[in-house]
């Protein structure tokens, strides 16, 4: 949500900011509702003030016996204006609020302008892609020859873009959620968490999903969304609170299954797990003050490239530019791991600083020690990672010419001590 003052003050730069993300300039609008709105509210506190006026002064003629219709008819006519004046007023409102909440978050100085993903910047690269002997396979190929990535049978059961994980890649994943879980916890201070997996309207709404991408959701017959990464819940935990600023930052991880719909993915990933309906996720949340964000920003990207740098996995990091930024970033880092099947870079986890957007949706604030004001807090969110594409990952950089995958090092204790996965392991 955005800050109306702000627009008011600085329309120039409001549309400016929504051209970058390839809108249309919207501060005419905005503005316009946004007087209509305020001029309705002025009406109805003249006219509940002459009404209160008028109130006391027919107690006052009747008290001294004088004829006091006037009055009470004056008093009728203030109360069907009233009433009429609340409704256009309520209606200006919810037009105001239906248009901001469809606005996106706008971006940072420092991102780069752009239509879409080719115009994103690449800041650093960390590993160098390992050559091979051999053709390297991708994912989908490997693990069905393994005999445990099975398409078809998830296919039989629920469709496509699911997947049934059997025997040492089933366990690869529980591997990973607890390899990241304890890195998250035990080392960078995050505090495990397990959220629902069922949200209401307002869960949604505070992280920018609803209304604008109801589509890109599941949603259970009796109301209830399922969530599309444990974001949702977890950035939800302070909404309606006031925090007090020596309490931050706080800090939350959560290992959950994730569901979308991918609507606007048509054509896109048909094949193997790279976009699934269902997939799981550590998920990364950080509730800071304003000042603190731009390096929890820095520090949460840097504890999701730790992950990757201790597998053992090529990767860099690109920041997005306005075109390809989710809805509620200000900024986003993305890690992107070298898949030597595709032979390119694919995403595998995005960072975001939302700074007060979501914040504002979920009336979410802080205030400083022995302060009376307030103000909002800024959210970040980020994959710590995806699981799916972990595995993916892992084997693609780790295949060998006879279809085995070798376990990165730091896995093997979490395998039980195994080094290799070798067919219908």
């Not at 059997?166 to 495990?192: P, V, W």
């Not at 991408?213 to 444990?230: K, M, S, V």
Request: proline share 4%; net charge neutral.
């Amino acid at each position: 949500m955005h800050d109306l003052k702000w627009i008011r003050d600085n329309a120039a730069a409001f549309d400016a900011a929504l051209q970058s993300r390839g809108m249309a300039a919207l501060s005419s609008q905005v503005l316009a509702l946004d007087a209509e709105r305020r001029a309705l509210q002025t009406e109805l506190q003249e006219w509940q003030t002459r009404r209160n006026e008028a109130s006391k002064a027919i107690g006052a003629a009747k008290a001294k016996g004088g004829d006091a219709a006037a009055l009470i008819a004056e008093v009728a006519e203030l109360k069907n204006r009233l009433q009429q004046g609340e409704e256009r007023e309520r209606q200006a409102a919810a037009a105001l609020d239906e248009l901001l909440a469809g606005l996106p978050n706008l971006p940072a100085p420092d991102v780069p302008a752009g239509r879409d993903e080719t115009g994103n910047r690449e800041l650093a690269r960390h590993g160098d892609p390992r050559n091979f002997s051999f053709k390297a396979r991708e994912h989908d190929a490997i693990g069905e020859q393994l005999g445990l990535m099975d398409f078809a049978t998830a296919a039989k059961l629920s469709g496509a873009r699911f997947v049934v994980l059997r025997g040492a890649l089933a366990r690869l994943e529980r591997a990973l959620a607890s390899f990241m879980l304890d890195i998250h916890t035990g080392e960078f201070g995050y505090q495990e968490t397990v959220p629902p997996l069922l949200v209401r309207d307002e869960t949604a709404y505070g992280t920018g999903n609803l209304p604008k991408f109801a589509e890109d959701l599941f949603r259970t017959t009796n109301g209830y969304w399922l969530i599309p990464t444990a974001e949702m819940p977890l950035t939800n935990m302070v909404r309606d609170e006031i925090l007090e600023e020596g309490s931050l930052p706080r800090r939350y991880t959560a290992l959950t299954p994730c569901f979308r719909s991918e609507a606007g993915a048509a054509g896109k990933d048909t094949r193997g797990m790279i976009r699934q309906h269902q997939f799981s996720k550590v998920e990364l949340v950080s509730i800071t003050t304003p000042e603190q964000s731009e390096a929890e920003h820095e520090r949460m990207t840097r504890c999701a490239e730790t992950i990757l740098e201790r597998l053992g996995l090529p990767y860099r990091r690109m920041l997005l530019c306005t075109g390809d930024m989710g809805f509620a970033a200000r900024k986003t880092f993305d890690l992107e791991v070298w898949l030597p099947g595709q032979n390119a870079y694919r995403e595998i986890s995005s960072c975001s600083n939302c700074g007060d957007f979501q914040a504002r949706r979920m009336r979410a604030r802080c205030r400083p020690a022995g302060g009376k004001q307030t103000r909002f807090v800024h959210t970040l969110n980020g994959s710590g990672l995806a699981l799916g594409r972990t595995l993916i990952a892992i084997l693609e950089n780790y295949q060998e010419a006879d279809g085995s995958v070798a376990i990165p090092a730091v896995l093997q204790p979490y395998m039980g001590g195994l080094k290799v996965i070798a067919g219908n392991g």
